[in-house]
């Protein structure tokens, strides 16, 4: 691992937040183990019963909002503050932990729990509170048209063009806390590696995509990401003080 790398791609899951005290989905008592997936993250079913999906999410949302990020979150900024190279930050969660841990570059490609469109008119509203379809849209004046802003099973993630540029370019492609079951997400280690990418999964467990990787590390990512970032900002200095930079 004794090199810099120029371009840094950070993939997150719900792993990366389960010691911050909010679940995961596929874990024991995962989420989707006490929900139905098609009666909560389906657009069927938001045109079903949209009042009933919008309880489900205004009821995660004080646990999501109120939570701190650990370690985990934290040395993910550090590395961003400390390395030369671009890291970009590229999550699964709708929770706001990389913000609140002060990372920048971040993309929610499942979208934010503290956020609702407006199917009317397109408008995005930052909420902390609860949203359902008696909420009228600030910009169009319209009630019955917001939906959380939360990528529902059907539908295309966000920020896919920027993604798939990052990983074509990136030189470092990391997984951390998650199951690499669900697509498109499972499938951008396939890409980076194609693209010439160094890949390493972080994980509880070796996941089903383990194969793909060319590293990975076991344990807590509260435990097992800070001290694999530390290195990554020692051999940056090390090389720099070799070439006399
Ligand atoms: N440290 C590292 N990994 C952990 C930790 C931890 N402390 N705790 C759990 N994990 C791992 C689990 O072993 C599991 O592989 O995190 C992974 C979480 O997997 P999922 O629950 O499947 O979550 P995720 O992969 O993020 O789900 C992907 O599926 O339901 C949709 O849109 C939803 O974004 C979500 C997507």
């Not at 890291?87 to 490609?109: C, F, P, R, W």
């Not at 590293?215 to 694999?228: A, D, W, Y």
Request: charged letters at 20%; one cysteine or more; hydrophobic letters at 35%.
């Amino acid at each position: 691992m004794e090199k810099i790398y120029k371009r840094i791609f950070i993939l997150t899951g719900a792993g990366i937040s389960a010691e911050s005290g909010i679940g995961t989905f596929r874990d024991a008592n995962g989420l989707w183990n006490n929900h139905k997936v098609e009666d909560v993250a389906t657009v069927e079913a938001f045109e079903k019963n949209p009042q009933y999906v919008h309880r489900f999410y205004n009821e995660l949302k004080p646990n999501l909002l109120e939570a701190k990020p650990n370690l985990a979150h934290l040395c993910l900024t550090k590395l961003q503050e400390h390395y030369k190279g671009q890291v970009d930050i590229i999550t699964q969660n709708v929770d706001v932990l990389h913000e609140k841990a002060g990372s920048k570059n971040i993309y929610h490609m499942h979208g934010k729990i503290d956020e609702a469109i407006c199917l009317n008119c397109g408008h995005l509203l930052q909420s902390n509170d609860d949203v359902d379809m008696s909420t009228i849209c600030p910009h169009c004046a319209m009630a019955g048209f917001m939906k959380p802003n939360i990528v529902f099973f059907g539908e295309m993630p966000l920020y896919m063009p920027e993604i798939e540029k990052k990983l074509r370019e990136c030189d470092l492609f990391i997984s951390i806390g998650t199951s690499g079951v669900v697509y498109p997400a499972a499938g951008f280690v396939h890409t980076a590696k194609y693209y010439g990418a160094y890949t390493i999964e972080f994980n509880l467990e070796k996941t089903s995509n383990n194969y793909l990787f060319d590293e990975h590390i076991s344990g807590k990512c509260t435990e097992t990401l800070p001290q694999f970032v530390e290195q990554l900002i020692a051999v940056q200095e090390n090389m720099e003080n070799e070439n006399g930079y």
